[in-house]
């Protein structure tokens, strides 16, 4: 595919007068990495207890998640804009007020009991992410050398992944702590019976949305009275040109790597958004969908272990080849738990959180290198991409319809193996003369 002239390797942007150095501004940033990695996981626990409340199909259910990422598709790009306009900071303080706004519709959504309404509510909670995704991403990949962009944000992702990790354990508490009745087990019960299970159902929803959106205020609140590094060099207020979506595309690992999050995001969400429902069937574990959101904590941990680890492997070795070498392995991974029953099953699908960990950081990073003003347009594509996580889900929940939930892990399979692809060979950077140009057919 044609390349667009590159641009040299950038060097690290010295910090503002007045701004807090670098370790606080990555410190502070990383608590808004550990919110949305919270919320995003702790609708793996809202599945299951949406899927019986309203007694959905694997298809419908997965509309969660198909509401969830479709956002991103949809408000990538008015949040890439949004960025360019406010800059990083300011950015990430819409996000998470927009992210607020969202938690708090899940009151009025559960007191309705309309499914269509926690939709509505997912929605603008994942309008705010996306805004979140468009600005930290890239500012903390740029908050530093580039060298070590990749370890960078593999280590802010790490806080990421403890939210993730305590989210299932969280919402399996007070959201499947209840046993969601049949319509025809509700239908015997009494008038006052009936309001009473439907108000309980309700509070088991509302209290959590509610303490989280009023954590999200308090932290857009602490973000917007630091004063961070903005970094301006590195957005599109400092360059007169109008850049577009096409130049940056035109980068051969811009467009590789739009690919790769599309993919990788599908089968991490998917794999996640499964498990609980996987693990209660009866020859794969045959246990409480409760009891198996400890199992998603767990798949969760794992990946929070490998980013705390791939920090450190990712400054000393190849964040190419590192990232094709995971994503095989949980090829295999994939391929046993398909294979076999129990335990075996179960601790094989558990374990693709370990490999999962360095993978979209890496992603990420690679895909970002030598852009210059191009980032937030290239960030915007990215963050756009993880639509596959709306749909790759979706396409799997309906394939599990068809043909059964274990042999529809193939999907997620197949995403690694792009993963493969992209690693050893679609990351490639093109090579640069020395005035920066590129080296056509390099």
């Not at 046993?179 to 959590?208: I, K």
């Not at 767990?298 to 190849?318: E, Q």
């Not at 030598?370 to 394939?399: C, D, E, H, Y």
């Amino acid at each position: 595919m044609p390349i667009s002239p590159g641009l040299p390797p950038r060097a690290a942007q010295p910090v503002e007068a007045g701004s807090v150095n670098r370790g606080v501004a990555l410190a502070v940033v990383t608590s808004i990495f550990f919110m949305w990695g919270f919320l995003t996981c702790l609708n793996d626990i809202l599945i299951p207890h949406l899927k019986a409340v309203f007694e959905l199909n694997y298809t419908r259910a997965m509309l969660v998640q198909f509401t969830f990422f479709g956002a991103y598709f949809l408000m990538s790009l008015p949040a890439g804009r949004l960025v360019a306009r406010l800059g990083y900071k300011k950015g990430i303080v819409a996000g998470l007020a927009i992210a607020g706004i969202g938690a708090l519709g899940f009151w009025p959504a559960a007191s309705l009991r309309v499914y269509e309404a926690f939709l509505a509510a997912l929605f603008v909670l994942a309008s705010g992410i996306t805004v979140l995704q468009v600005a930290a991403n890239p500012y903390v990949a740029l908050l530093g050398p580039e060298s070590t962009s990749s370890s960078r944000l593999t280590l802010a992702q790490a806080l990421n992944s403890l939210g993730t990790t305590l989210a299932p354990f969280f919402g399996g508490l007070l959201i499947l702590s209840n046993t969601v009745m049949s319509s025809e087990q509700l239908a015997a019960l009494g008038p006052a019976e009936q309001a009473a299970y439907r108000a309980q159902e309700a509070q088991s929803v509302q209290g959590p949305y509610l303490l989280l959106a009023v954590v999200l205020f308090v932290l857009a609140v602490v973000v917007y009275l630091f004063r961070l590094p903005s970094l301006a060099s590195t957005t599109e207020q400092a360059d007169h040109q109008k850049h577009t979506l096409g130049q940056a595309l035109r980068h051969r690992h811009v467009f590789f790597g739009v690919g790769a999050i599309f993919f990788y995001v599908g089968a991490e969400v998917a794999i996640g958004s499964l498990m609980v429902n996987y693990f209660s069937l009866p020859k794969i574990g045959g246990i409480t969908e409760q009891q198996a959101a400890h199992y998603l904590g767990l798949y969760w941990m794992l990946a929070m272990i490998g980013r705390f680890a791939g920090s450190v492997l990712l400054a000393k070795l190849s964040p190419n080849k590192l990232l094709a070498a995971f994503a095989g392995v949980n090829m295999l991974l994939l391929a046993t738990s398909m294979s076999s029953s129990g335990a075996l099953a179960m601790y094989s699908l558990v374990s693709i959180g370990l490999f999962n960990s360095i993978m979209f950081p890496t992603i990420f990073a690679l895909s970002i290198e030598r852009l210059g003003p191009l980032t937030n347009k290239a960030s915007s594509l990215l963050i756009m991409a993880i639509v596959g996580g709306a749909l790759v889900p979706f396409l799997q929940g309906a394939l599990a319809d068809r043909i059964g939930l274990q042999p529809s892990f193939v999907l997620p399979l197949l995403c690694y193996g792009y993963i493969v692809f992209f690693g050893l060979s679609g990351s490639r950077l093109p090579a640069l003369r020395k005035d920066g140009s590129v080296v056509e057919g390099a």
